[in-house]
């Protein structure tokens, strides 16, 4: 196929790689010209790593850092309220938990959309500067500003939070939704932030992981990035007036503002914006999962679907894996299970089993980002009801489960082999009546009850949350 992929993030790019990889031909149209990339870190579990390990990344040369603890800390005192230990992540879950630098995730990923590479599709063509203004999920069609219209095999939407495609794909409007929180962030040169005399209390003789200060309604994220030399910080404050509007991650912020937040706090934690030139900020929004992510020839992924808070570092491994769901459902290969042969018809059950795969997935996974007493605490009960219409399968035990960094969490999240997953069930479909047995919801044998990630969404045991018109929504606001 000739596929098309709006956006070049995490999403578009791991995309571009999955579907070359596929034996497709990609092109990406990105609206920006890459000549400001965001500064910011970003935390990669184990389910995200066995895919970039598969696809060839590059680790050496993007720097990562590897997480062996989470510490808790009173921004006043700097006192240790909890600790969690990362040592066994990597035995227990055969991948590592590090962190990148994004402008180093990024280019890694792009190497590999637009290199070389034996055995692939010719390299991904990335097109700088195509804004893309509309679609047509029927023909398979986009329209760039300006007005030319290219028409494509498949087109993937992956161009983050704000896109402006969900309500034509999903047919219903869900906007995102402000949660009452803003964050000041920064990268802080940690030869800079060692200068002040307190600096040795935290991260002298430690190993690399969380640091997060704590403070009534104020929360402190810090972690290091780009082999140690910088201290990703996010500073997780209540949204003030002036800040209600900026919700991309690319305003400029006083330090005079930030240094008013910190009031109260240790001298330490308020050198640390002091230490770097750029400070930005941006308010924090999330969006109810949508009940559709594909129509027609366009399917979406990553955060223009599941668009989450941060609580638990899945943002981008959600991206990453909604990409290789792709390349194991649309291989062309002989050693794929069941080998794809493009037709529209073949396209379309191909695309509806991607939904069938995915949304047990990353519905739950967006909808637990919720659950943080730090960020938002929506009513429990309300939460695990929201869950069931997506996941069949055990929940985190409550009120653990809240909690980011907790052995449950770990076990739901990072035992996730999405390649596995989608192999099982490609095995278990039938390709001439698009139907798996499972997919009636039923957790019972056959593939459903071996396997908790698959289901028919809006099926399992919460009919008393429909009417006649469909799903409640209002369980998910």
């Not at 590897?66 to 808790?72: M, V």
């Not at 929360?219 to 990703?232: A, D, F, H, Q, S």
């Not at 996974?365 to 919720?370: G, Y």
Request: proline fraction near 5%.
């Amino acid at each position: 196929m000739n596929i098309a992929i709006v956006g070049a993030g995490i999403a578009g790019l791991g995309a571009a790689i999955a579907l070359r990889r596929a034996g497709h031909y990609v092109e990406i149209y990105e609206k920006s010209q890459f000549k400001n990339e965001i500064g910011a870190a970003i935390l990669i579990t184990p389910n995200g790593h066995r895919i970039l390990r598969r696809w060839g990344f590059n680790f050496d040369k993007a720097r990562p850092v590897d997480f062996k603890q989470f510490r808790y800390v009173n921004a006043s005192t700097l006192e240790i309220a909890k600790y969690e230990s990362f040592e066994g992540v990597e035995e227990r879950f055969g991948e590592r938990m590090a962190s990148y630098h994004r402008v180093d995730l990024h280019s890694g990923l792009r190497e590999i959309a637009t290199g070389e590479r034996e055995g692939w599709t010719a390299p991904a063509k990335i097109h700088l500067g195509c804004e893309v203004v509309g679609v047509d999920s029927e023909k398979g069609v986009i329209e760039l500003k300006g007005g030319e219209k290219i028409s494509r095999d498949l087109v993937v939407i992956a161009d983050g939070c704000h896109t402006a495609f969900i309500p034509q794909v999903a047919q219903e409007d869900i906007p995102v939704q402000m949660i009452g929180k803003s964050v000041y962030r920064m990268l802080a040169p940690f030869a800079k932030l060692r200068e002040h005399s307190d600096a040795s209390k935290l991260w002298d003789d430690e190993k690399p992981g969380f640091v997060t200060f704590f403070r009534n309604d104020l929360m402190i994220v810090t972690y290091p990035c780009r082999g140690e030399e910088l201290l990703n910080v996010a500073i997780f404050h209540n949204t003030r007036l002036e800040e209600r509007q900026k919700v991309d991650w690319n305003s400029s912020a006083e330090l005079s503002k930030v240094l008013e937040v910190l009031e109260g706090c240790s001298e330490l934690v308020k050198h640390i914006p002091q230490t770097t030139d750029v400070i930005k900020v941006y308010t924090v929004t999330q969006r109810p999962p949508a009940l559709t992510i594909h129509r027609g020839k366009i399917i979406c992924i990553g955060d223009s679907v599941h668009h989450m808070l941060p609580t638990h570092a899945q943002g981008g491994c959600s991206a990453l894996e909604d990409a290789a769901a792709l390349e194991v459902l649309l291989s062309l290969h002989p050693d794929s299970p069941k080998p794809f042969t493009h037709t529209a018809s073949n396209l379309e059950k191909r695309l509806k089993l991607y939904q069938h795969l995915r949304l047990p997935r990353s519905a739950p996974t967006q909808i637990l980002s919720s659950l943080s007493p730090q960020l938002t605490m929506a009513g429990l009960a309300k939460k695990t009801a929201e869950l069931r219409k997506f996941y069949a399968g055990d929940l985190p035990p409550w009120p653990m489960g809240t909690g980011s960094w907790t052995e449950p969490l770990r076990e739901f999240f990072y035992s996730y082999d999405v390649f596995a997953e989608a192999e099982d069930v490609l095995k278990a479909w039938d390709e001439e009546t698009g139907w798996c047995e499972g997919m009636e919801g039923v957790a019972g044998e056959g593939i459903a009850g071996k396997n908790r990630w698959f289901g028919d969404v809006g099926r399992w045991a919460v009919e008393d949350l429909r009417d006649g018109n469909g799903v409640d929504r209002e369980v998910a606001r």
